[in-house]
């Protein structure tokens, strides 16, 4: 019913930037919580960053600084801008969804993720 779709990963140096979008599509009504996660090879999923509808952001502490969370809420869509990035940084980051989308029976909730998208930090 509702789909994520991320993109922007890949590899950059150390102390470089990358810009990851994801686009929530479908039968969506309206789309509450926004986040990032992001999961390191042998580590649990972690978050990055949150925002909400009304642009209250969150973020993990070892992040704060460096990169920063957005969204377009007429394109159901949520950005993360990530500077000085490091090679601890180096992982799939996971987009992540919630609110009510509409079903035949009525309004729904969801909780959706996206398939993910790799960022590597690395010379």
């Known amino acids: 019913q509702v789909q994520l779709v991320e993109s922007g990963g890949g590899l950059v ?3 470089g930037s990358l810009r990851l979008s994801c686009v929530a599509s479908g039968s969506i009504w309206r789309v509450n919580v926004m986040g990032w996660y992001r999961q390191a090879p ?11 509808s009304g642009e209250t952001t969150n ?12 969204r377009d809420n ?3 869509t949520v950005y993360l801008q990530m500077n000085s990035l490091k ?4 992982a799939v980051y996971y987009c992540n969804a919630g609110g009510l989308y509409r079903s035949s029976i ?3 909730p969801f909780d959706t993720w996206g398939q ?5 930090v690395s010379s």
């Open 87 to 90: 090679p601890e940084d180096t």
């Open 13 to 15: 140096q150390p102390g």
């Open 42 to 52: 042998g580590k649990q999923r972690e978050l990055v960053a949150t925002i909400t």
């Open 59 to 70: 973020y993990a502490d070892a992040v704060k600084g460096r990169f920063t969370i957005s």
């Open 116 to 120: 993910g998208t790799q960022v590597t």
């Open 74 to 76: 007429a394109k159901n």
């Open 106 to 108: 009525g309004f729904k």
